[in-house]
């Protein structure tokens, strides 16, 4: 793949790295030619400095036979900018921008751009780690509404069968850890004791959720 990075800071150059070291053909953008020396003379990529949104700059940085393009400048405005340029003008499928401002990552998301909220996203991390086991959502959409979150379950559910269970708590269950192995169940999958369950929900049933899972009966 020939993948075009906006942005060579510590995320764009640590990024050029790994792409290149799988195989890849990398190009990075930046408009600060000082912004290179991140890369180091091992890469063996293209270095294109100019704006990331301009066309003449992405075309110099092959941006007409990119495969993918991530834009993860310092900058959420030009990140979307950059975005939408190369969706809509060179037609490239596999695009991402980072973004800072979370309240933002919901208009991105409708207008088709995938986006990385990097400060919701560490502080989600961190939560995790400060907060006891299950506080905090494992994963979390952009928009912030939809989340993956471990659930613990009453004793009561155990021996029953998981489509029975997603039905009393109207949730879906996404994956099932059973002595350190994980798994997608099927209808038929049965809850044994020990098995840690994740479900995917909106973040504004997860109450509602945790609620049935501790009780067993139907909704709460």
């Given at each position: ?47 294109v400095t100019g704006i ?12 007409e036979r990119a495969d ?6 310092s900058g959420d405005n ?143």
């Open positions: 793949m020939h993948i075009v990075i906006m942005g060579c800071g510590r995320v764009g150059s640590t990024l050029a790295h790994i792409l290149e070291d799988r195989g890849n053909s990398i190009a990075v953008i930046d408009r600060d030619p000082e912004a290179f020396r991140r890369l180091g003379s091992s890469f063996k990529g293209d270095r990331g949104f301009d066309r003449t700059v992405l075309i110099a940085a092959g941006i993918a393009f991530a834009a993860v400048s030009s990140n979307i900018i950059a975005a939408r340029v190369v969706r809509e003008t060179f037609g490239v499928q596999r695009v991402a921008a980072r973004i800072y401002d979370p309240r933002r990552a919901e208009v991105y998301e409708r207008l088709g751009i995938p986006t990385v909220a990097t400060v919701r996203w560490t502080a989600d991390q961190m939560l995790r780690k400060l907060l006891p086991e299950g506080g905090e959502p494992l994963w979390r959409d952009p928009t912030g509404k939809i989340v993956l979150a471990e659930i613990a379950f009453s004793p009561l559910w155990i021996g029953e069968q998981v489509k029975a269970m997603e039905a009393a708590t109207i949730t879906r269950i996404a994956f099932i850890d059973r002595l350190g192995q994980a798994f997608v169940p099927d209808g038929g999958t049965v809850l044994q004791e020990g098995d840690v369950v994740h479900v995917v929900a909106k973040e504004a049933d997860l109450d509602r959720v945790t609620a049935a899972f501790a009780a067993r009966g139907g909704v709460h």
